[in-house]
């Protein structure tokens, strides 16, 4: 059993940055691969951004390349997701995401389905 919890949301001017925290409960975090999620008001819950094991590979989604970083610290089983020049449609319920399965792929790492442990969530709001 995984527990992860989500921390760092919170209220932002646009432009602005924030830095979610994802602490992980797992005696083998380094073999979880990890992914954000997010879910805004009436949307579907969409990929932003995911990690392999080791942390060398990274993909995310096309609306937040360049401006969000993904990042995990195997020794303190956390995984961040750094959000800079944020704009108001990122306004959204961000969750963490652990896959317990080797995912191999950009495009799996991408696929809610490949996950199987997720967080609570934490609120990022960013106002105009």
């Known amino acids: 059993q995984v527990q992860l919890v989500e921390s760092g949301g919170g209220l932002v001017q646009a432009g602005g940055s924030l830095r979610l925290s994802c602490a992980a409960s797992?005696?083998?975090?380094?073999?979880?691969?990890m992914g954000w999620f997010r879910q805004a008001p009436g949307k579907e819950r969409e990929f932003v951004a995911g990690i392999s094991r080791s942390g060398r590979a990274t993909t995310d989604a096309d609306s937040v390349k360049g401006r969000f970083t993904i990042s995990r610290d195997n020794a303190k089983n956390a995984v961040y997701l750094q959000l800079n020049c944020l704009k108001p449609e990122d306004t959204a319920v961000y969750y963490c995401?652990?896959?317990?399965?080797?995912?191999?792929?950009?495009?799996?790492?991408?696929?809610?389905?490949?996950?199987?442990?997720w967080g609570q969530g934490t609120q990022v709001i960013v106002s105009s």
């Open positions: 995401a652990a896959a317990v399965s080797p995912i191999t792929t950009a495009q799996n790492m991408g696929r809610k389905a490949e996950y199987v442990y």
């Open positions: 797992a005696r083998t975090f380094s073999m979880l691969t």
